[in-house]
């Protein structure tokens, strides 16, 4: 089967830096999202990686390892704003998306 | 640009009742999808939509309906509300869907569902 590993709930301090991990095992591979989800609200898109390696973008970056079927996001000088859930996605080789459950994140002051 | 948008964003119904979730987006988009988001498990795909008059099944179509007549419009039919079907659906569009240019979803804000 297919399955996406995430961890359930992390807690960082506001200014911190935290890598979410993300580990896949698919039917292939054709792409990596990553997704933030606010309490309540839609998910609202991250990032997106398609090669291996380090994708910047401001205060978050995502990396990816094919290899390892491995990703991780990470977050930097963290807001308290940052505090929501970060769903990883996976498209297969039939080009569907497998949704991670996603880490809910808790930033304390 | 209103992006995607959803209707109702909450309902109860009683079991074997019927109803339509609403999806309406204005950006042009090809692709049009839904889902539900149920506690500790990932989205899951319920049907979805390459273009107007195209619907395919998802991950977990049973007891919904879609239809596309409309580029711009994708309504989700509950045809015998069940418990089971209580769930949080979204409404999710985008570009290109998820072919060989895979492009971002844009989801709607969500429409809360409980059967009773």
């Known amino acids: 089967g297919q399955n996406i590993d995430q961890p359930t709930e992390m807690t960082a301090t506001e200014g911190a830096i935290v890598q979410i991990n993300c580990t896949y095992q698919?039917?292939?591979?054709?792409?990596l999202f990553w997704y933030q989800q606010h309490a309540g609200e839609a998910p609202t898109f991250l990032s997106y990686?398609?090669l291996d390696g380090l994708e910047e973008k401001g205060r978050f970056s995502s990396f990816l390892s094919r290899s390892k079927g491995y990703s991780y996001l990470l977050l930097k000088e963290l807001q308290m704003k940052d505090s929501a859930s970060y769903l990883c996605a996976v498209i297969d080789s039939n080009y569907q998306l497998i949704w991670g459950a996603g880490t809910k994140l808790i930033i304390k002051p | 640009n209103a992006g995607v948008t959803q209707t109702p964003k909450f309902q109860v119904l009683k079991t074997g009742q019927s109803m339509t979730l609403q999806c309406a987006q204005d950006m042009n988009h090809e692709y049009m999808s839904w889902y539900r988001q149920d506690p500790g498990m990932g989205l899951r795909l319920i049907h979805y939509s390459v273009g107007a008059g195209i619907t395919d099944q998802g991950e977990v179509p049973n007891g919904y309906n879609v239809s596309r007549s409309t580029t711009e419009d994708f309504p989700l039919r509950l045809l015998s509300a069940a418990p089971s079907q209580t769930s949080v659906y979204f409404c999710a569009s985008s570009l290109t869907g998820t072919g060989e240019n895979t492009g971002e979803l844009f989801f709607g804000e969500g429409s809360r569902l409980t059967v009773l």
């Open positions: 990686n398609v």
């Open positions: 698919t039917s292939g591979f054709n792409g």
